[in-house]
């Protein structure tokens, strides 16, 4: 598998049987934009850091095969026009609720979670999904949107949330623990700088069993 962050939440997924672009949102450089030959993009929940209106539909014109999953609650809001409609030539954007698994390429998709992390109590939480990608062969990837409350079994490499408006320390370092994934990257991290960045990355590395690798800018990175 190899993986490439291509800025804030934005994460593409190479198998020898998929490309997989995970939360094309606004708060990436935009180099998401700019692949092709996609079999799939996967959208966490309909913040517009983590799906981007503005741009998407250009990206999944340039790749017709794709298969669009979404949080359920994004195709209400498309069928009520307040988001652009998401389809390529292979289809609609499909739903994939908690629980539920779709294949791509040889790659198993499951989604899990439910809810948006809180981020502040007068705000209504929203859907959130996040997604676990596996195959036969191949590490165990989970990139969870966002939200801590979830934490699967056997994730080999996760994609773990540096910080956001929901997030605080002392979370991403309980977070990190529960997964206990051996090896993962900083995502979600748009709104720290670099010290920030690496004061987040060498906490994790010092109180959990997770050794996060910094992907910025790094290229495809085989795991």
């Known amino acids: 598998m190899q993986i490439t962050h291509l800025g804030h939440a934005a994460v593409l997924v190479e198998t020898d049987g998929a490309r997989i672009l995970i939360d094309p949102g606004n708060l990436s450089d935009g180099a998401w934009a700019r692949e092709t030959d996609l079999d799939a993009v996967l959208v966490t929940h309909l913040h517009p850091d983590h799906l981007d209106p503005q741009t998407v539909p250009a990206l999944l014109a340039a790749n017709p095969g794709a298969h669009v999953v979404v949080e359920p609650s994004i195709l209400d809001l498309i069928e009520k026009g307040e988001l652009p409609a998401l389809h390529t030539d292979a289809g609609p954007a499909e739903a994939l609720a908690p629980g539920d698994t779709v294949s791509v390429g040889g ?24 997604y676990l990608l596996a195959a036969e062969g191949e590490p165990t990837l989970f990139h969870p949107g966002d939200a801590y409350d979830t934490a699967p079994e056997g994730v080999d490499v996760l994609a773990l949330p540096a910080y956001g408006p929901w997030a605080a320390l002392k979370e991403t370092i309980d977070f990190a623990r529960a997964v206990g994934a051996p090896r993962g990257f900083p995502i979600h991290d748009e709104l720290l700088n670099d010290r920030g960045r690496g004061l987040v990355t060498g906490r994790v590395n010092d109180m959990t069993g997770t050794e996060l690798t910094d992907l910025r800018g790094q290229g495809p990175q085989r795991f």
């Open 107 to 130: 790659l198993r998709v499951t989604a899990v979670g439910g809810r948006h992390a809180v981020i502040h109590a007068d705000l209504p939480r929203i859907g959130n999904v996040g």
